[in-house]
């Protein structure tokens, strides 16, 4: 009567069931498995166990959450700082070889450039003759020099003044 009312074979119908039945049966066979591993976990957790020792557990690991909380705030503060003084160490280095009398070959000279975050440092120069070695020195303030620089020290510098751009 269905059948002929849904103009279905009745063969069909049945094949469709038993295969939703299948289907079904095995839905209940994951939630069977799924069941029977928490109720182990839950046995393993509650075994030996009374109101008391969980509720001490409990309290344990709240301590610990407390303590991992403050030593996470003091490691903040410490990474604080150690980046607040990063910005006066020197992160920005221009170097330039050159040959300071042209009667010596092999770039011995050169001028060095080291700057901090906020653009403040020194330049060494070294002069390299037949004679001897002569160094100098020259305050870098907020990227510029209060004494003229050389060609060499200019490059130097901003070499360094470009050196963390990218």
Do not use: P, W
Request: net charge negative; proline share 0%; hydrophobic share 40%.
């Amino acid at each position: 009567m269905i059948s002929e009312y849904l103009g279905i074979d009745s063969d069909y119908i049945v094949i469709g069931l038993a295969a939703l039945v299948l289907i079904l049966i095995i839905v209940m066979i994951v939630n069977a498995a799924k069941m029977h591993s928490l109720k182990k976990a839950y046995n393993n957790f509650m075994t030996g166990k009374d109101a008391k020792n969980l509720e001490d557990t409990i309290l344990k690991r709240l301590d610990q959450v407390e303590q991992l909380m403050d030593s996470n705030e003091k490691n903040e503060k410490n990474i604080n700082r150690i980046f607040s003084n990063m910005k006066y160490t020197f992160q920005k280095v221009g170097l330039v070889k050159y040959d300071a009398f042209n009667e010596m070959g092999g770039k011995l000279s050169f001028s060095l450039a080291l700057l901090s975050q906020t653009n403040d440092g020194f330049i060494i120069n070294a002069m390299h003759s037949r004679e001897g070695c002569y160094t100098y020195i020259k305050e870098i303030i907020d990227g510029n020099s209060v004494i003229t620089l050389s060609e060499e020290e200019q490059e130097a510098l901003d070499m360094a003044l470009n050196s963390n751009k990218k």
